[in-house]
């Protein structure tokens, strides 16, 4: 499902920022390093233009794509033999209903402030997006986030190699001429390749256990709890690091790093570690 346009600061900020960076790497550091017209400028001004390409793309998809909508008819089966786990509120143990959008919430639903809906499998809702990231466009935000980190990384290392150049050209003219630009570029780039890389880190961390931002943080109460009885917690929907990164990017490895989300499903039901112990030991 696809959204309308909404004009947002913080995006048109974004889009400013990837032009900025994209001009004056290719225009600035390509060419004082390379020349733009060389081989090796041509090289690494078409690589680094088909990282920013693929980098705006599931930028774009992943705004534009709707997170997940909890359909006005779902109704949790609490006799459904296949669905055996639903989720409770931590008070009363009633199921979990959402009051401000009259309707129950399905497994890893939450209710966003900002979009003012109930978002299937929410992880957080990103203002530089201007939407929620959940079940429909995770995979597409952090594709997007990979390929900015790469990009940023590129970027900077070009900026670093036009400024150590030592090749013939007139030293003052080209400082001279370009001493804002990389002013500008090194203050943008180093702030911004360090925070998308810890964020990066952080999602790979989260598919990895096949949590969301929302579900790390009750785990972490959960966890408290669960040792303050004298029990152990593990998260339910933790299927072991190679199927929980198989269920965020899809089976197929070639389209890991695609703005394709084919394999997500309803976002209604989600396997569980112990529908996957059961299965195992009905196997043996």
Known sequence: MKRGFRFSLPVT????????VYVSTVFVFVDQWFGLWSSPGIMNAVVF???AVMCVLNYAVAIYTDPGRVPATFMP??????NPVHEIKRKGGDLRYCQ???HYKPPRAHHCRACKRCVLRMDHHCIWMNTCVGHANYKVFFIFVLYAVIACIYSLVLLVGS???????DEEQS???FRTIYVISGLLLVPLTVALSVLLAWHIYLILRNKTTIEYHEGVRAMWLAEKGGDDYSHPYDLGAY???ISALGPNVLCWVCPRSRHIGSGLRFQTA??????????K
């Open 49 to 51: 233009t088909g990282v």
């Open 13 to 20: 900020v974004v889009i400013t920022a990837i032009g900025y």
């Open 163 to 169: 400024l150590t150049n030592d090749s013939a050209k």
């Open 77 to 82: 089966d609490v006799e459904d033999a296949d």
């Open 243 to 245: 199927e929980n990164l």
């Open 274 to 283: 112990y529908e996957k112990k059961a299965g195992t030991s009905a196997s």
């Open 175 to 177: 400082e001279g001429s």
């Open 100 to 102: 401000k959008c009259s």
